[in-house]
């Protein structure tokens, strides 16, 4: 009867092991990565030479973690999951980065297009990189955030 205990006694403790590490495993990966709705901008300005575009990637982030985010990486994603392109992301701009607990906006300036180059290139040359450019960016549905810098 002892043998018997013994192998159930063994058997429950590697069947809650395994389990245990199992769950770890995913637990850790789920808060390595995060997916967040993202979006690209235009944003229209002037600068010396004329109209300035700018292509923004803007974004939502929660801080889950013990300390002050100051920045992200990210993989920007079409609405299938097919990775874009990548690139970080600041979260200090209109802050001091995002606290823990809070969630925050961060941004980068993906492109610009400046008056000096709308002037080199001519009018119809600007619209059409500006079409081309924002065909490419509006297929951006979510990124995933694969890295955080800190303060």
Request: with cysteine; hydrophobic share 40%; glycine share 6%.
């Given at each position: 009867m002892l043998k018997y205990i013994s192998?159930?006694?063994f058997f429950i403790f590697f069947t809650v092991t395994f389990l245990a590490n199992v769950a770890?495993?995913?637990?850790?990966?789920?808060?390595?990565?995060?997916?967040?709705?993202?979006m690209v901008d235009?944003?229209?300005?002037?600068d010396n030479s004329g109209v300035v575009?700018?292509?923004?990637?803007?974004?939502?982030?929660k801080n889950q973690t013990g300390r002050n985010i100051m920045g992200v990486s990210v993989l920007m994603k079409d609405k299938d999951g097919k990775?874009?392109?990548?690139?970080?992301?600041?979260?200090?701009?209109?802050?001091?980065?995002?606290?823990?607990?809070?969630t925050g906006q961060c941004?980068?300036?993906?492109?610009?297009?400046?008056?000096?180059?709308?002037?080199?290139i001519g009018y119809?040359?600007?619209?059409?990189?500006?079409?081309?450019?924002?065909?490419?960016f509006q297929n951006t549905d979510f990124c995933?955030?694969?890295?955080?810098?800190f303060s």
């Open positions: 192998i159930n006694t770890l495993f995913f637990d850790a990966n789920a808060h390595q990565t995060d997916e967040v709705p993202c235009i944003v229209y300005g002037d575009s700018y292509f923004i990637l803007r974004l939502q982030h990775t874009i392109r990548n690139s970080d992301a600041r979260c200090d701009v209109a802050s001091d980065g995002i606290n823990v607990g809070d941004e980068k300036i993906l492109q610009t297009i400046s008056g000096k180059m709308m002037q080199n119809d040359v600007w619209i059409k990189l500006l079409d081309d450019q924002k065909k490419d995933e955030i694969i890295g955080v810098k």
